[in-house]
């Protein structure tokens, strides 16, 4: 059987240190290449810090979580931000583009981040992903010169710059009125169904939650239910 994306195992997650507070008590769940989650749960569940942890933004306190299988827990610092910046994108709920630079700059910040330089490939990459996404007609417009939807397009793009493993997202279309998030959430669908872009994403809306392939519901740091929706053919 082949390896899954994303193994988590047993993982827990406590903060403080006089008073321990323990947000995830004992995760285990895997995802296989290609598929389209969403983590739900009430609010205090525990999914964001999940979802951290998942992304490689923080380590759990126990337990293991595996990338194509390496062993996340036994990287240094270095080797972690290496790991993250080429293997994991992120969309956030505010979409976080430098003002000052143009939509295709911002696309190309991890490239930059990760090699210290941009090459004309790079700068092709941006492009063809800002054209991917609907935006080929914005390559060097300022955020502030973009709708809310258009904004959060171009973090989309700069997500896939590095031709990440997986995708994570979250409450990516919490912060745009409904059609702009609509768009947002159709165009995550397509990148997965066409491009096998493996997503997982952090909602609250559960009128998304149902279009996604997998629900992995949290309640109290637990894994509360963990479901397949069958999709309309």
Request: glycine share 10%; charged share 25%; net charge negative.
């Amino acid at each position: 059987m082949a390896e899954p994306l994303l193994a988590v195992a047993g993982v827990t997650k406590d903060y403080g240190t006089a008073i321990v507070t323990r947000a995830l008590r004992g995760i285990d769940f895997s995802v296989e290449p290609g598929e389209f989650l969403a983590l739900t749960g009430p609010s205090g569940s525990g999914k964001s810090t999940l979802l951290n942890l998942i992304g490689l933004l923080d380590r759990p306190t126990s337990g293991r979580i595996a990338i194509r299988g390496t062993d996340t827990g036994s990287l240094d610092a270095d080797g972690l931000a290496r790991f993250r910046g080429r293997t994991i994108g992120f969309v956030f709920q505010f979409h976080h583009l430098l003002p000052a630079f143009s939509a295709t700059e911002n696309v190309l910040m991890p490239a930059f981040a990760d090699l210290g330089r941009i090459t004309e490939p790079m700068r092709a990459r941006a492009e063809s992903l800002l054209r991917s996404v609907g935006l080929g007609d914005r390559l060097d417009r300022k955020p502030s010169e973009l709708s809310g939807g258009q904004q959060q397009r171009v973090a989309i793009a700069r997500a896939l710059m590095m031709e990440p493993a997986l995708l994570l997202a979250d409450e990516p279309t919490g912060n745009l009125d409904q059609e702009s998030g609509e768009q947002v959430f159709q165009l995550l669908r397509r990148l997965n169904a066409e491009e096998g872009v493996t997503c997982a994403i952090v909602t609250h809306d559960d009128r998304l939650a149902v279009r996604c392939d997998r629900n992995i519901h949290l309640v109290d740091g637990l894994v509360d239910r963990d479901q397949r929706t069958p999709q309309p053919a």
